[in-house]
């Protein structure tokens, strides 16, 4: 995606001036009008109408949570946070065949790191190889991955929190917010945010915020944490 | 597929706004408006054209079954159950070719997990492994696969059931219908399962499920069934 | 093809709404509205408008028989009736570059069976063989084969009689008409069938159908079979 | 080509209802309207443009024999006859390069089996593999070959004729005509032909054939003969 | 190229119909209507609007002559008249490019010849290798070569005269003419040609219908000749 | 890019005539009307959306700066500017993702001459392995990067400063501006600059003309500077 | 291009009745109405708009030049004068990144010849090199390149001079022009030009060409002289 993107929001208006013939649309073009890449950008489409899902980092913990649907009778809910390593946990809005693959890649990337170094790779370094690795499928002529994925871990440097775009972007900040109206799900964090909050607090403004953007009373989260003190990320 | 899918419904209304042409639903553009992916989609709309298909798991056992449509006289009705090990069987809904394609991709990897660590495969590692499978052709040039499958099976967590859909995405519950007019099916589900149900009154409930679904009377049904208590998967 | 094909058909009314324009109906869709596997569905009209063609099976006998065009003076008429092996036959409809690709794939399979297990290969092996064969041709950007084929057989199950369709669908039955006017030929079988019919008179009716779809006085007709007690595979 | 071309005539109506847009036509499609193969019928359009070529067999002789556009001065004309084993012999009708093509394939093949088993191809397997050959074309994204091959050769079985055409389709008879107004030339040798006419009179008769195709006095043709008794292809 | 291609003249009229859109005169048709081969024609076309460019044989010797077009100051004239080997040369007409390409095709192969067998190559093998080298663009989804070549040479059997054209067709005789208005040129040729004309009267006669076909007076011409009794080829 | 381009502006005003239908403006044209690179002009105005970024140079330092545009409340801004080697630091405007791989194949490309030369590699030569590595991406049918890189360094030669753009063109020179109304940033930069002006000077007109260039007071810009003296690149 | 391009113009007006619809000139047509080169044409439009460069020769040196434009403060003029070997330089209108990659191919082509013969390469290799590097882009669906190459050089048959265009033609002579406005500057030169002229009347006489050509009073020019008598290419 664009520096310029508004990263606040995922609310993608693709008013490209394509409502007569959408036929330029297809992959072969990869820039549409502007120099905008098209295909990445209908990636992000589909991540705006993902599951809400926060992340929200203080010097003491970093969390990852997500809205996870309620799902009709007798279906369980979908898997919505993901360790990594024992150190590092994920979540990702979007198609969930790609939030998968883009797991799947973090966490053979860990693997890899362990085997080959015997410590812990550093959350930076993890960012990067998810950003170089989705950046590839936007040059070939292949589908660009649908999923945006908030990656919050603990390393040397400290707690840390990440997000990373279809195209590649990556942003590092305390909150982030993705999915089906996160804009408002960001404003309710912004406002009630402090670093010196408790993890107890996160998880109930994080709560709040889905509550916020789904409309729902009580919806069902999903939640995952690390603290600075222990450094192991923990499903709850 | 979406997470923002009703899971419960195959009922894919395809109202992209493609009336005048058509055009732009080719291939290569993988992405549609709002960034849907159209293959795939057209995919899930194959499936919801399929046989109405069913599994339901208690603590007690897990089943699959199918409905199996009345022939022509002189033709036998197709295979819908398939055993894929010992201890897991499978059904599924959409293309023929392609419910083959995806049950030979889980018997093969079942044997593999045998031979390299002589040991059943759970449940979860044989539906993560089609999951991939099936999400690879949703991101080249080639024809995303046409089948849902519902795989049953037991393991030492216990008796498992899974919905796996052509995009790579699963679900985990305790009824599952997908195919033609499976909403109706699932409904009747929904309002008569009970946990402590037994097999027998399992197996009568998806036929009268099916029954409601395809509007015939006694239609045909197959039918598979793992017990907790022996483990192994049987086709009635 | 679909689950829900009309499987006594092969009249295949392609009514897609593709009146206007045929533009879409290009290959690199895959799918056309509902989740039409539109190449394929070209493949069976195709074979929809082949000669008409027979297999009839009983416990005491499985036969094919292909109607076989008048040719002009000083032409021979085309081989229509094919060994695989010496316990199997197959005929198809279609085009006839494609039938012939199809016989030579199970002519192969057949002797790489013999070869590797020293014993003759199983009807059902060959058949799926030949299914996953075919369907492979509808997963990349290559043309799907437009042939049926009728394959009969005797093996440790007794007499064995299957129709592969182009998509790699497959069914097993005691009589199956494919090719131009196949309804017509069908419903004659259907009628006059009877497990306990003498092989000749089974060739008779074969005949008769094929003289009622044609339209043909006394058309010429290509039969081979394979007689329970015997096991080998003769045309006649 | 399909089963139902009226195999005595090359005179392809296309009428595919392309009048207006012709760019379904393209090579992407592979199949039309019907389930026909576009690129093959447009192969077959150009041999039907070709020179008219002909192909006569008793049990005492088969000949090729083409008519020779008669070029303006100082240019001789086309090698038409094609000597490809000592027992065998073609000629074909359609675009040159593509005969040659076919020629170098069966000359090749011709040879390969010589030095494999110590003795000539016996016509029929000659056919087939040119039939292959010709039919992989029609799978992929090339260009099909656009030549129909007549063969006459000797070999165990007797003298032997054969036509085959561009998707990969043979005949086999004892007298074919391809090219331009074939049609007018074969309803001809249908009339005068007799099984123990002498290879002088057969040579008169197409000359006489082509005289009446090509509407020209004295047309210059080109002839190749194998005897039964000498068994060898020989150009006159 | 097609057989029926009135081979005196390059005149090559494209009115496909074509007229209000092109858009199907595109590489992936391969085929036009009736069967046409849309790129090779295109080929074609631009050689006949390449430099008139004649070949003249007769049992004493063989000539290549091209019309140099007279450049404008301080720029030499190309090189339009190129050793193959020194018993071969050649000429050619289209796009120099293709041109150099086929010349460079034309000097390995006879390059290639005289290391494996130590003699010079005939000269109807190299224009089979030509000719079956540049078939080969028309088949795959590349650019067929636009390019005429004539080729003069003398081995065993004499002086050789051969034409190549795009699609790999080939034709021998005593006198080619190709490129901008060769009709003119070759009636010219036809005229005066003689069989026992003197080389020089050949050189002047070609000349002579250079100067016809261009309209100029005296024009550039290259010259190359072998004669029979040296059998070497050398550029006036 | 072309030549021609007016090198001192971004600021591409794409009118290509393409109002009516954008149809053709897909990759596989490559060149559009005029012979305009299509896809590195669609990349060149993503880059004129990107950050404003600046690079300036005199003999006594080479610095580069870049607009950092202010992030939402907690979100740390994107790293602008990166150390390629200790002598040489770099910034870019454009997809943050292509950004990223560019800076990565610099980084690389660094410190493979280190490994083979063990000096540290001249800036030219850095900029001519990124302009070959981008222009790549203008041959091929895959998609051309949309970053122009700013390159700032030390080396024999002194101090140095590049401008390269998405179609390997680069520029060498005292200023350069990027991104976003880069142009009334470099006209007031060309105003103030002086050849003898310190770093800090520099410095603070960076970061006035960013300031007149995004309109904003006291934008946040991110710096990096390398002096003659100590030939260390230093992010400030 | 074509031979009949009109070698002292580079004007090329491309009227190609394209005007309403442009979707036919994509790349997968290759060729146009008339056999032109589509994609050919397009690169040499931009080389038509590249800047104004010369080559002049005599028997005494042969000298490049090429206007360089006034770029904005701050900013050094792009390189246009490139050595290629001791003995050989070059310069080239067109996209820079396109005339670049000429640049190294030519370079790495005197090296390999320097390593392989220990000799320096004749200009007319070089040039032939050149010429069918460039033509290889012109076969498959790649982009060819968009630059013209001016090659002055000196080796055992005296002072060289050569222009190779985009398709891979090339011209032998004493004055070449290329880029925008050059048919004006030719003229001039055509007017002045004179074989025993000196290396400085020439410098001066291209200086003026350009000024003619550019319209600009003394406008900045690069120039590069090979003298005979010295065989040394230098960069004034």
Redesign the interface.
Known sequence: ????RD??SNNNN?NFGFSG?????????????????L?VE??????????TTIGIKTPAFALTSSYI?P??????P?EKIFAIDSHVGATG??????I??SI?ELRIEAQKHRLTFESPIDVASLV?HL??Y??T??????????ASIIIAGMDQMGTQLYQVDP??????????TIG?FSDSA?SL??QE?SADMSSEQAIQLSKKAIERATGEDKPLVGTGIVHAEEGKFKKL
């Open positions: 995606m664009s520096e310029e990263t606040g693709s013939t959408t036929s330029n649309k297809g992959y072969m073009s990869y820039y549409g009008p502007g120099g905008r890449m295909l209908s990636a992000l489409e589909a991540v705006g109408r993902g599951s649907k799902t009709r009778p007798l279906m369980e979908s809005s979007g198609y969930i065949g790609d998968l693959q799947d990067k950003s170089s989705l950046h499928y936007t040059i070939y002529a292949v589908r660009p991955q649908a195209g590649g972007t990556y942003f590092r900040g305390s909150a982030f089906q960001l964090i912004q945010y």
